[in-house]
């Protein structure tokens, strides 16, 4: 009884196989290179809420994971392919014949985006950001909310020169210039006068002042930017500053210059923690 002659792989067996293993590493890459995006988008967004408190939106901390998820699945693919296009060479080598096999790689690929697209999917829709009349409408609580005065005061959970010290240090961490620091209260020990401590710490940016002097050159009275760190005659330390949109109201800024001076109310946050 005659054997049966193995299959004598060509060339063309060879190449297509490779150009079969090129276009998994390709889809391998586009995996991680979507995956990257989505991480940093969820980190994005995580640095604009720092920035700006004051405006509302929606949680996308899952996207990180999403994103995670993304990379190692690309990750994943990649060594796959890599273990397939050897074996497939091996199987050509001995004469072996399958390329009626249906690819579980593609199957099990397939599969593992569908169910993550379904769960990006259910999460957007269920995380969307806030209508722009609800935002109107927090802009609206915002103004209401500053003093007639125009001045925010919060509570530091440090002392003045601890308060101090922290923005000196957060400033420089953000390459915030630091023109100056008004230390009222030496300067009244010095006149021999008695006055609990008050520093005026004045900061800014050329890049974000000049566009605002700019538009409304009357800005320059308010500018550089100003955080007033006193203590009571409790002893409790506060941090004093103006508050951007009464700023903005003022001086008739426009809207979009706002996050320009809006800063402040970030910086005033971190440093009270």
Same mark, same amino acid.
């Given at each position: 009884?005659?054997?049966?002659?193995?299959?004598?792989?060509?060339?063309?067996?060879?190449?297509?196989?490779?150009?079969?293993?090129? !276009?998994?590493?390709?889809?391998?890459?586009? @995996?991680?290179? $979507?995956?990257?995006?989505? !991480?940093?988008?969820?980190?994005?967004?995580?640095?604009?809420?720092?920035?700006?408190?004051?405006?509302?939106? +929606?949680?996308?901390?899952? %996207?990180?994971?999403?994103?995670?998820?993304?990379?190692?699945?690309?990750?994943?693919?990649?060594?796959?392919?890599?273990?397939?296009?050897?074996?497939?060479?091996?199987?050509?080598?001995?004469?072996?014949?399958?390329?009626?096999?249906?690819?579980?790689?593609?199957?099990?690929?397939?599969?593992?985006?569908?169910?993550?697209?379904?769960?990006? %999917?259910?999460?957007?829709?269920?995380?969307?950001?806030?209508?722009?009349?609800?935002?109107?409408?927090?802009? *609206?609580?915002?103004?209401?909310?500053?003093?007639?005065?125009?001045?925010?005061?919060? +509570?530091?959970?440090?002392?003045? !020169? *601890?308060?101090?010290?922290?923005?000196? !240090?957060?400033?420089?961490?953000? /390459?915030?210039?630091?023109?100056?620091?008004?230390?009222? %209260?030496?300067?009244?020990?010095?006149?021999?006068? =008695?006055?609990?401590?008050?520093? $005026?710490?004045?900061?800014? /940016?050329?890049?974000?002042?000049?566009?605002?002097?700019?538009?409304?050159?009357?800005?320059?009275?308010? @500018?550089?930017?100003?955080?007033?760190?006193?203590?009571?005659?409790?002893? =409790?330390?506060?941090?004093?500053? /103006?508050?951007?949109?009464?700023?903005?109201?003022?001086? /008739?800024?426009?809207?979009?210059?706002?996050?320009?001076?809006?800063?402040?109310?970030?910086?005033? +946050?971190?440093?009270?923690?």
């Amino acid at each position: 009884m005659a054997m049966p002659e193995k299959y004598q792989a060509s060339p063309a067996d060879f190449l297509a196989v490779e150009r079969t293993f090129l !276009a998994w590493i390709r889809t391998g890459l586009a @995996l991680m290179a $979507l995956g990257f995006v989505l !991480a940093r988008f969820g980190l994005f967004l995580q640095e604009f809420n720092l920035a700006r408190p004051d405006v509302h939106t +929606a949680s996308y901390g899952y %996207s990180i994971w999403f994103g995670t998820v993304l990379i190692l699945l690309g990750v994943l693919v990649s060594l796959l392919s890599l273990l397939r296009y050897l074996r497939l060479v091996a199987m050509l080598q001995t004469g072996a014949k399958s390329f009626g096999n249906t690819s579980g790689l593609a199957v099990a690929v397939a599969i593992l985006l569908a169910v993550l697209g379904l769960a990006m %999917s259910y999460y957007l829709v269920a995380t969307r950001h806030v209508s722009a009349l609800n935002l109107f409408k927090a802009q *609206e609580d915002s103004m209401a909310a500053i003093p007639e005065n125009g001045i925010v005061r919060i +509570a530091s959970r440090h002392s003045v !020169a *601890e308060t101090v010290a922290k923005l000196q !240090a957060f400033l420089q961490a953000k /390459n915030v210039k630091l023109f100056a620091i008004v230390d009222h %209260s030496g300067e009244a020990e010095k006149a021999g006068l =008695k006055m609990p401590s008050t520093k $005026l710490l004045i900061f800014g /940016n050329p890049k974000g002042g000049t566009p605002l002097m700019l538009a409304s050159p009357s800005v320059a009275l308010d @500018l550089p930017l100003k955080i007033l760190v006193a203590e009571d005659g409790a002893g =409790k330390t506060w941090i004093s500053y /103006n508050a951007p949109a009464y700023l903005q109201q003022r001086h /008739n800024l426009p809207a979009d210059l706002i996050p320009n001076i809006a800063v402040i109310e970030a910086i005033a +946050a971190k440093v009270a923690e």
